[in-house]
């Protein structure tokens, strides 16, 4: 379901406000980290805040799901088989999406199609 503006920007300042306590806390807690310690920390942050955005973004996105899908291997049309959530490894770091998933009968290949 689309968020309106509000809510996305909710939903980025309650994850920011989260990761913020989680690294807060570490820091109360360590006892005189080193540099790397506290950049490896940050890093972190800096990762699972950017993750949550991409999400957060592709949500709520228009995406035109294709009509139809062939098969890259043989070519066979493939058949919807709805929407399913998938991982991927992007470059702000590893996200979970929903997207159209659609199945080769020949090949027995699973596919989702860019979007």
């Known amino acids: 379901m689309r968020q309106t503006s509000e809510q996305m920007k909710a939903a980025l300042m309650q994850a920011a406000e989260e990761k913020a306590d ?30 949550r955005a991409a999400e957060l973004l592709l949500e709520n996105q228009k995406a035109a799901a294709p009509v139809e899908v062939h098969c890259e291997r043989c070519g066979e049309l493939a058949e919807n088989k709805g929407v399913k959530r998938v991982c ?10 929903e997207r159209e998933y659609w199945y080769c009968p020949r090949c027995r290949a ?3 199609p860019p979007g």
């Not at 991927?88 to 999406?97: A, D, N, Q, T």
């Open 22 to 51: 989680e690294l807060i806390e570490w820091a109360e807690g360590a006892d005189r980290p080193t540099l790397s310690q506290i950049e490896e920390r940050v890093l972190k942050y800096r990762r699972a805040l950017s993750e």
């Open 88 to 97: 991927i490894e992007s470059r702000v770091g590893e996200l979970e999406i």
């Open 110 to 112: 699973g596919i989702f």
